[in-house]
DNA sequence: CGGCAAAATGAAAATTGTTTCATTTTCCGT
DNA sequence: ACGGAAAATGAAACAATTTTCATTTTGCCG
């Protein structure tokens, strides 16, 4: 009823415990028929070894942590499949830990991350403060950060991979003031805070530029539902701005929904565009543009940036800045 | 700039390993002044117990494995929330695996399992099959499957959370044959095959019920756009059943839109309900019918089943078997 | 066939905890 | 203050591997 051990193995092969690790671990200093005799008593007895004894023994555990807020991992489940690939294809495990409000908050998670003495960590910019970073940083833990930029960091074992929206949003607000348009609301948003502000930084930076001032903010609503009750009565008292923008998919749906049954025609009396898109997007009617930001990537992208740092104990030569490039995505809500 | 291990705490606080592993461990048999002594000394050398060193001295982890494909993942964020959540009560570290055709097997992910000696799994029942529960019911590592029915199996570490949509689909259908309709089309899907079946099975016996004979089976497209075009063709040609039943919410936005575009209206032309709930159905115009399936609660109950049957060692009073109830949802798409 | 280098193998220490069992200390009643 | 029981503590074994260093075996050359 016992697990085998390489104890087991060893006395069945009659060789010694080193032998049977070095077997296991390919290394090329046993001779050839041992090592087939070896091999065939591991897989008679059917012994698998231990990951935790190895783990100790090693100081290494072949793991690395995921950590992201459940809101944001059921919104960019893409991203996570991105790491997972690239974690499988190089035989990392992955202990995966979420932040949710009330139940289980960063400073435990950060907790379960030290013992677990996992090898690298991937956390995602979000709810995540300057302190935790450096209690992680304390610990040399290399970890990769993904979602947006991290300002000001100059830890050495800290990777970043991110997307910045600033210059894109600037941009897309500036080609409209081109066309005659500065008549442009957002809508607030709490899903990826960093992102959102740099939202809110490129539209503000294309006002100011202008020698105008941006503050047509529409409030937060956490779900499809309360936002469009909002917008049902906000249009009843308000004509909409030309362009809306909206963070993620619910957002710009529910102002499409909400507009339409007041009249309003899209794009013709008001156009939306949403920062996130999403595979619902093209299925409404009418469609409505968003930004492309290649999430499965930057999953992928992340993980291969804390893979290499794992394997350069040096830590020379591996790029640990990426900057992911976002573009427009134009459908039937803008023109 | 090494570690801190139990020896640098017991050798500063004066005391055995033993005791400090006894202060750790909340062992009620210290002195109290004892105590307070080696808890200063942890929390000022900052020492944090290796949990690798502890799996091995236990032969217990206290992590479990959550297993499902990608896809799923994709579709189903809530169902891993649910979990999470429950794990993180109960302060159980989750190592996460997926499988992906191509990448990842689940035959890797079943050897991974057993070498990190995790102390229980939780699987879905898609892409898994008899055999590989034998693997790891050899292994005795407890195990709960989610998401359908296992049929058949009498293991005794095996737990199952599931809904039951065979007997809820039979009745709508039957339900629709009351009203003088028996002009109905189902979507093939392969999202869930198990679920897939149950459902099946329910419509087709609904038929056999009255004598007749169902299949009227409109093929599976695994994206909404290749979706959306085969119905467009499809309905050039043949008129749009009376009742359509799709799996989830692409496909039968898919025959909402491209039925409207030719002409047909829904509800009053053709009906449509999808089994998979999703925020975006109340989200579309019409919006769209479905089923309640709660994704969250059913992470919840699996792994809290987990949970228990790790504590109970004997494995007695806990309920092994859960049937979680679908409920209809009846938006404008059917009436 | 002896000698020697190289290759293969093994013994033992190291990794960081927990736990059992023996020993020491404390506490209590007298 | 003493004996004995109870409580606290410590020494050592144990968990399952890797790795270093010493030892043995092999192979080759003269």
New binding site residues.
């Given amino acids: 009823m ?2 085998i ?3 087991d193995v060893a006395k069945e092969a ?9 077997v ?2 390919d290394s ?4 050839e ?3 087939q005799r070896v091999q065939e008593v591991i897989e008679r007895l059917g012994y698998k ?2 990951a ?3 783990g ?4 290494k555990t072949t793991t690395v942590s995921i950590v992201m807020s459940e809101k944001l991992l059921a919104y960019n489940a893409k991203i996570l499949n991105g790491l997972m690939d690239v974690a499988n294809i190089y035989h990392y495990n992955v202990m995966f830990h979420t932040t949710s409000k009330g139940i289980s908050k960063m400073q435990d998670v950060i907790e379960s991350i030290i013992k677990s003495r996992v090898d690298g960590v991937i956390i995602f910019n979000d709810n995540f403060s300057e302190d935790e970073m450096d209690v992680l940083n304390e610990y040399k833990i290399p970890m990769v950060i993904v979602g947006s930029k991290v300002e000001g960091q100059n830890h050495d074992h800290v990777g970043n991979v991110y997307v910045d929206m600033e210059k894109i949003c600037h941009d897309m607000v500036q080609k409209y003031f081109e066309n005659g348009i500065d008549d442009i609301a957002l809508v607030e948003d709490k899903l990826n805070l960093s992102m959102m502000r740099q939202l809110k930084a490129g539209v503000e930076s294309a006002y100011q530029e202008v020698g105008k001032e941006f503050n047509n903010y529409l409030s937060y609503n956490d779900t499809y539902k309360t936002s469009y009750q909002y917008f049902s009565e906000y249009f009843k008292e308000h004509k909409p701005a030309k362009l809306n923008i909206a963070f993620r998919d619910s957002q710009a749906i529910a102002i499409l929904n909400a507009a339409r049954e007041h009249g309003y025609r899209v794009p013709e009396d008001l156009e939306i565009v949403t920062i996130l898109d999403s595979k619902y997007l093209p299925m409404m009617r009418p469609t409505i543009s968003a930004f492309n930001i290649p999430d499965y990537d930057m999953g992928a992208l992340a993980m291969r940036m804390l893979t290499k740092m794992l394997m350069n104990n040096d830590e020379k030569g591996v790029q640990k800045e990426i900057e992911i490039q976002a573009a427009p995505i134009v459908r039937e809500s803008t023109r």
């Fill in positions: 016992k697990r051990t390489i104890y009659d060789v010694s415990l080193a032998t049977v690790s070095r296991i671990n090329s200093v046993v001779r028929d041992t090592r070894p231990n935790v004894a190895q100790l023994a090693l100081s």
